[in-house]
């Protein structure tokens, strides 16, 4: 007789379990957080800040929990690097996003100004990486000097007439007009640089305008001075190309790009013929870094 013997499929093994998130864990994430809160810092000058990008790179429990801290705060992580380290930026609803209108309160009591201070800043963007192989490049690095950017805006103003002219429109429209299609004609009205008794730069005229956006990208760790030639020349970091970047698909950016004024690289704009289109207003209130109110 023989005995019956019943075959079973061995047990799996049971799957490992994640070791728990502990509160040191949660403490390196917000450290790492922390770092990506200050631009100007590189992760090549600070030892805390490498080993904990290291750790985000090669631990992805640690990964997620740095990018959960990031989320609950409100930040967007764009790229976590050794070029750039963890670049963030503000969601629309963070309590760190900085509102065009705010930035505008802070030198102007006029309203009008707010569009201007947004044209400045969409300016510097577009000539720092007018094409989109520029953006793609992580190897590359744009150039702007102040009076370049306002020259730049100026033939931008100059093409916006001249299709105005041609399609019969309205070319001179109130200045307290809403959308960056007035700013466009209050910019051409306004001095490039006014004059003060002791020659400094008038903070309402056109180069005040751009020199006060190009301070406020460099305090933020997104353009480097790097001498004081045509009324100062910057360059671009790997922060501000990931910014851009993530900002590029905006009507706004669009449309500058569109008018066909083309920037080289040494921060001197040239005026080049663009494809017709009918899409001229741009949208209001547009301005990088900021979100709209």
């Known amino acids: 007789m023989t005995e019956h013997v019943e075959w079973s499929e061995p047990e799996a093994p049971a799957p490992s379990a994640q070791a728990p998130v502990t509160p040191a864990d949660a ?6 957080v922390a770092f990506g809160l200050q631009p100007k810092l590189l992760p090549a000058r600070d030892q805390e800040y490498a080993d904990l990008l290291r750790r985000y790179r090669e631990d992805p429990p640690f990964a997620r929990l740095a990018d959960a801290v990031a989320a609950g ?28 209108g705010d930035y505008a309160r802070r030198t102007a009591a006029d309203s009008g100004d707010r569009f201007l201070h947004g044209l400045a800043h969409l300016a510097v963007a577009a000539m720092a990486f007018p094409r989109p192989e520029d953006l793609a490049d992580d190897g590359y690095i744009g150039r702007v000097t102040v009076n370049g950017v306002d020259a730049f805006v100026r033939q931008a103003c100059r093409r916006l007439e001249e299709r105005a002219a041609e399609q019969g ?53 997104f353009l480097q001075r790097t001498g004081d030639d045509n009324g100062g020349t910057y360059r671009t970091t790997a922060r501000y190309q990931l910014q851009v970047r993530d900002m590029a698909g905006s009507a706004a950016m669009a449309e500058l790009l569109e008018l066909g004024v083309v920037p080289v690289t040494d921060g001197t704009p040239t005026l080049m013929p663009a494809e017709e289109t009918d899409a001229l207003d741009l949208v209001a209130d547009a301005g990088l870094p900021f979100h709209s109110a």
Not at 171 to 189: H, Q, S, V
Not at 196 to 203: H, I, S, V, Y
């Open 27 to 32: 403490a390196d994430a917000a450290r790492l």
């Open 73 to 100: 705060l409100g930040l967007i992580v764009l790229e976590v690097s050794p070029r750039a380290g963890m670049a963030v930026t503000a969601a629309e609803d963070s309590v760190f996003a900085v509102r065009m």
């Open 169 to 221: 429109e309205n070319t001179d429209p109130a200045t307290d007009a809403p959308g960056l299609e007035a700013a466009w004609r209050i910019w051409a009205r306004r001095s490039a640089t006014g004059a003060t008794k002791d020659a400094r730069r008038p903070a309402a005229s056109t180069t005040g305008i751009v020199a006060k956006a190009v301070t406020f990208l460099t305090e933020s760790g």
